[in-house]
């Protein structure tokens, strides 16, 4: 029975760099300026003022972290929000806008003593009545949450015992719920803003964090301005008081080449997304710090429909995954960065069970095996199998882009000399969306970052396929075998049962297999050694500017 694992440590990771990615350096350092060689004292003192400049892929269309499930989120909301608890240095559950809380010996009820002397930038108070207001904003059927109402389903409903105590009562013990309020969707807003103007919180939420949103340019740029009278960052950030910036410029920079280029040049102090192709060459410079931190909870997997042909059928799954060489995918796409994975959990998350790794192993013998047993055992004049004159060919629908996902084009590549044609399907944001959530698909890729091994109750628990509620569960696994497993493992204490639970789902997924996992999710950040204290985050990998500064 494999032992708990903490959920994140704040660790410098070491890129490893092998042959291709030494050419790129050689290729790229040329480009990289000069300026900024000087190194800072590792004991300078904070330097007060200045504007950080910030490059970001993309942002999320909306910035109220309770509507959205963006990756961009997890670095942009730490700007403006603060959460109930935070994840401490060692990833244990740590105070922040709540000092203490207390749970009842079954687990179903949680009462949490609040922070006092907390504001929202609107000037109105933290309380619990606040806490319960956005709870209920985060279940709203009107928000359209894809993430925090799944996080928080198990709530029922809660108490206001006085202005500083808050009860929550839940429908079941849920381990995991301290842990997804310490996420950075799930972040508090305004109780004022939720009821007097719910709608226009994605274009002006309004935090109690250490910035307030100034300017909101969606697609191309965000503004972010100190907020004035901040006292109350979680402990772990080592910090006290107001930011020492005055703001951060938040750029949408969509081109990966671009983004590098305007960071080694000066343009931007730090970007939140490194293209992995520009890994070797920032972080051979000494002007400049590179992470490469992998996220916890699911990596990213090509995700099979079970819910209709060809992955209804067992075979089908198992051959399409023994087809795929994932390590050479891998070393294709991450220049090295990335590492691969054959498993549905990251090895980065608490209770990884590395006694389920090698049942997806790459063998294209096997697949073709699997594929002539399971009678698409005829081939047509293009060389894809077909069984009762039809083509093997599965739909992989993608976001509308100048050129096909790269993944995807590898993926169609390799399934292809087993016999399998896979079409990539462009479509735009919001008709792939729709299609999305009505289940019109045979596979999708995707990935889900969470703090918690809960991912896989989000992923594959059969209550998280969308119906009345938006659910993750894409692939519409339906196996009441693993729902009991991931059911016992959300009500198990941090310990050996919890363990015990998770190995359990992780091998059942092993035989389920739902989608092919690829590689570890990584959150790639760099930036320049003139911005300092930069802190990373324990509940997601990205950097956090609540204390940065710029030295002169």
Not at 26 to 47: E, K, M, Q, Y
Not at 442 to 456: E, F, Q, R
């Amino acid at each position: 029975m494999p032992l708990p694992r903490p959920a994140r440590f704040r660790t410098h990771r070491t890129l490893t760099r092998g042959a291709t990615l030494a050419v790129v350096a050689g290729l790229l350092t040329s480009c990289a300026s000069p300026a900024g060689t000087r190194t800072v004292p590792a004991d300078a003192t904070p330097v007060d003022g200045g504007v950080l400049n910030v490059s970001i892929s993309a942002e999320p269309g909306c910035l109220d972290g309770h509507g959205i499930s963006a990756t961009q989120q997890q670095f942009l909301g730490r700007l403006i929000y603060d959460n109930v608890v935070t994840l401490d240095d060692d990833g244990e559950i740590a105070p922040y806008l709540a000092e203490s809380w207390d749970i009842s010996e079954d687990g179903k009820t949680y009462t949490f003593h609040l922070k006092k002397d907390v504001t929202f930038s609107d000037g109105s108070p933290w309380n619990a009545t606040v806490f319960q207001q956005n709870l209920e904003h985060m279940r709203d059927p009107a928000t359209k949450s894809p993430l925090a109402a799944a996080y928080i389903a198990p709530y029922v409903d809660g108490t206001v015992i006085d202005d500083h105590t808050f009860e929550a009562h839940l429908e079941y013990a849920y381990t995991p719920f301290l842990y997804t309020l310490a996420q950075s969707w799930l972040g508090m807003n305004s109780g004022k803003a939720i009821t007097e103007s719910p709608e226009t919180l994605c274009q002006n939420p309004v935090g109690s964090g250490p910035y307030v949103l100034e300017d909101y340019q969606p697609g191309q740029s965000i503004s972010y301005a100190k907020r004035e009278g901040y006292a109350w960052a979680p402990e772990w950030l080592g910090g006290t008081g107001e930011a020492h910036l005055d703001g951060v410029e938040v750029t949408v920079v969509a081109e990966p080449v671009i983004r590098y280029q305007s960071l080694v040049s000066g343009q931007y102090g730090l970007t939140e997304n490194l293209a992995p192709q520009n890994a070797a060459a920032v972080q051979a410079d000494p002007a400049f710090t590179y992470e490469n931190l992998p996220r916890t909870g699911s990596p990213y997997v090509l995700g099979f429909n079970l819910n209709r042909e060809p992955f209804s059928d067992p075979a089908v799954r198992e051959a399409f995954a023994a087809a795929v060489d994932t390590e050479a995918v891998t070393e294709s796409l991450g220049f090295g960065t990335y590492t691969p994975i054959d498993s549905y959990l990251s090895k980065e998350s608490k209770y990884y069970d590395p006694s389920a790794e090698g049942t997806l192993a790459h063998d294209p013998e096997r697949a073709n095996q699997l594929l002539d047993d399971a009678g698409w055992d005829s081939r047509d004049a293009e060389g894809f199998r077909t069984r009762d004159g039809e083509r093997l060919t599965v739909e992989v629908p993608t976001v509308e882009a100048s050129a096909p996902s790269p993944l995807l084009v590898q993926l169609q590549g390799e399934v292809r000399k087993v016999g399998i044609e896979l079409e990539i399907i462009q479509l735009p944001q919001a008709q792939l969306t729709e299609l999305r959530y009505a289940g019109d698909y045979d596979a999708l890729a995707g990935v889900w970052h969470t703090n918690t091994t809960d991912v896989l109750f989000i992923r594959y628990h059969s209550s998280e396929i969308t119906g009345e509620r938006i659910g993750q569960n894409s692939s519409y696994v339906n196996d009441p075998e693993l729902d009991e497993i991931l059911l016992r493992a959300r009500g198990a204490a941090d310990g050996p049962d919890a363990a015990e639970a998770y190995s359990q789902a992780q091998h059942r997924l092993t035989d389920l297999v739902p989608g092919l996992p690829l590689y570890e999710n990584p959150s790639q950040f760099a930036y320049s050694n003139s911005v300092q204290g930069v802190a990373t985050d324990t509940s997601h990998p990205v950097p956090v500017l609540t204390y940065a500064w710029l030295a002169q």
